[in-house]
């Protein structure tokens, strides 16, 4: 038999040593008549295996080496090329990490969003529900979007990591368990596969995708927030306009301008949709991707600003700004046209910009228009109702009426309306009320809160902890009132009872000037500063509730009598000449 004396084994029963020895055993010459012969050789210009005999007679002129060294040759050239391909896998792999991270924080922002728009919803009640449902829903529909492209990424980075780690297995499979002669002859056909697996092109990474719930509102503006995939950079987003000269109590601007990461794309709709906070709520965006914000300082010092995007806070961020005391400054004046007040004591404006001036000197009081302009008087002197004796302070209650003196008149007609209380010292009658509101009681040494019927509803300061108050403010439901005698402002709170003091002690009495006559909140949409007149130094200065020094005017002012708002939001200030009126600002 022709394998007498051989080893056999069957199929079925092969094990890893069998297949390696069947794959590494000697192979011979495929020359005809030299079956017989091994090959040991290897013909550099043939590129093939060949034996004794070959090298001895066709292939005798040919560069020849021995078979081990092509077949190490071979091996090295395979094993190199795994080594790359091994890169791009590793490459593919990390990727493939990259995306998930990418996938987990999406899915972990849309989480933490979509617990945010529940919380957010829940102060809404019925209206926010809605508004929830479908920030939720846009959120979601967000979610899968995205999810689709990673899928679709790493379905892709699969399938090129699959046929590069075919690739690998085979070669490496070649190197491992086959022969020499095998491993020489299919090496340029590994080598060629390996060469057009990479000059595939690995997939790049899909663009950064963020997703999460802002929130902009207050619950009482019912507008729950929106949902944008704009990733902001918190490390090249900037803010202009910190180097400007700030003022304290005094509204500043800063340009916010947000910056997205490179490889975000998006459309001009959702670039827009940016939450900028700064101390204040933004005011407008300005068209050039950037957005004005403006806030109020209320002390002088060095400042910290921390600057918010979406939520994110800024890499830089708290910022330093440097805020100087106010320097508040006559900006204009106003000349009285026509009759003049001889001894002027209070000043009130409308809306509409119509001027009263109490005139003690002329027992009266007179209206002038936006531009100075005389135009009518109220009243005259007397004791009975409708006439004044000695007219201080003034207000107006409404764009149509003013209030002095306890006696209420009706601007366009002249007509006197009505009269509040009697001279005495029970509730409803008063001994020398004075300052603008009809409760100062300055002789009784108290307070008292009348209706605007003239229904008395509250007293307090009867208990000697106010001396003579001649000026009085409300403001944010307290009371301040100005004590003449003792030089203290009392801030009381709605009941009456005190809170605190300001200039009771200490240093604090350099912010109190010696002859103070008037006192002002200077109040807009994002600031309130306490005004105090000091006529010996013809100075106003402000201060804020805490009792800081803010800031001072910057000219002399001639004895004020009276400040005011006007519409502008500018001060209007009255000095005892009566001629003239300053615009502070």
């Not at 204009?332 to 209070?346: A, H, I, N, S, T």
């Amino acid at each position: 038999m022709a394998f007498q004396g051989h080893k056999v084994t069957p199929v079925k029963k092969f094990q890893d040593k069998d297949y390696e020895a069947m794959m590494k055993r000697q192979s011979f010459c495929s020359q005809q008549y030299h079956e017989r012969e091994p090959t040991r050789f290897y013909c550099t210009e043939c590129e093939m295996c060949v034996c004794q005999i070959c090298i001895n007679t066709i292939h005798k002129p040919h560069g020849i080496e021995p078979l081990e060294k092509a077949a190490d040759n071979a091996k090295s050239e395979i094993l190199t090329l795994v080594e790359m391909m091994e890169e791009r896998i590793t490459t593919c792999d990390v990727s493939i990490r990259q995306i998930e991270e990418m996938e987990a924080e999406m899915d972990t922002n849309v989480a933490s969003s979509k617990r945010e728009v529940s919380r957010a919803t829940d102060q809404f009640v019925a209206k926010a529900r809605e508004l929830e449902r479908d920030n939720i829903a846009a959120l979601e529909n967000t979610r899968l979007l995205r999810a689709q492209k990673f899928n679709s990424a790493k379905q892709q980075l699969h399938a090129f990591a699959k046929q590069f780690t075919q690739a690998v297995d085979f070669a490496q499979k070649i190197v491992e368990i086959s022969s020499c002669s095998d491993i020489t002859q299919n090496h340029k056909q590994i080598a060629s596969r390996f060469k057009d697996l990479y000059r595939i092109p690995v997939p790049p990474l899909p663009a950064r995708s963020s997703a999460m719930f802002v929130q902009t509102c207050q619950p009482s503006n019912f507008e729950l927030g929106f949902t944008t995939t704009a990733d902001v950079d918190v490390n090249k987003s900037a803010v202009n306009g910190l180097n400007q000269e700030f003022q304290a109590g005094v509204e500043g601007t800063l340009a916010v301008r947000p910056r997205t990461h490179a490889e975000e794309r998006m459309t001009e709709a959702v670039k827009t949709k940016i939450y900028v906070q700064v101390l204040m709520e933004p005011v407008a965006g300005k068209g050039d991707g950037s957005y004005q914000v403006k806030f109020v300082a209320k002390v002088p010092g060095c400042l910290k600003v921390s600057v918010k995007i979406n939520n994110k806070e800024l890499a830089k961020s708290p910022f330093t700004v440097h805020v100087k005391e106010r320097r508040i400054q006559v900006v204009g004046e106003l000349d009285f046209v026509g009759k003049v007040p001889k001894v002027p004591r209070g000043i009130a404006v409308n809306s509409e910009g119509l001027t009263a001036v109490s005139d003690i000197g002329g027992q009266c009081i007179l209206l002038y228009n936006a531009k100075g302009e005389y135009q009518r008087e109220l009243c005259s002197y007397g004791e009975n109702e409708g006439q004044f004796n000695k007219p201080a302070d003034i207000i107006f209650i409404n764009d149509d009426e003013v209030l002095n003196c306890l006696h209420q008149f009706h601007v366009k007609t002249g007509n006197f309306v009505k009269s509040f209380g009697k001279e005495g010292t029970g509730d409803g009658e008063f001994n020398f009320p004075c300052v603008n509101i009809v409760v100062t009681n300055a002789r009784n040494d108290r307070i008292q809160v009348l209706t605007e019927y003239g229904e008395h509803l509250l007293t307090f300061g009867e208990d000697g902890e106010l001396d003579r108050p001649i000026h009085f403010i409300y403001w944010r439901d307290a009371y301040i009132v100005f004590s003449y005698e003792k030089h203290i402002l009392n801030i009381c709170d709605c009941g009456g009872t005190r809170l605190y003091q300001i200039g009771k002690s200490g240093t604090e009495n350099r912010y109190l000037p010696s002859d103070l006559r008037e006192i002002f909140i200077e109040s807009s949409r994002n600031r309130q500063n306490l005004l105090v007149s000091d006529r010996k130094n013809g100075c106003i200065y402000q201060l804020t509730m805490d009792n800081f020094f803010t800031g001072k005017t910057v000219d002399r002012l001639e004895r004020v009598t009276s400040m005011t708002a006007v519409p502008d939001r500018r001060i209007l200030v009255l000095g005892e000449n009566g001629k003239t009126v300053l615009f502070l600002k």
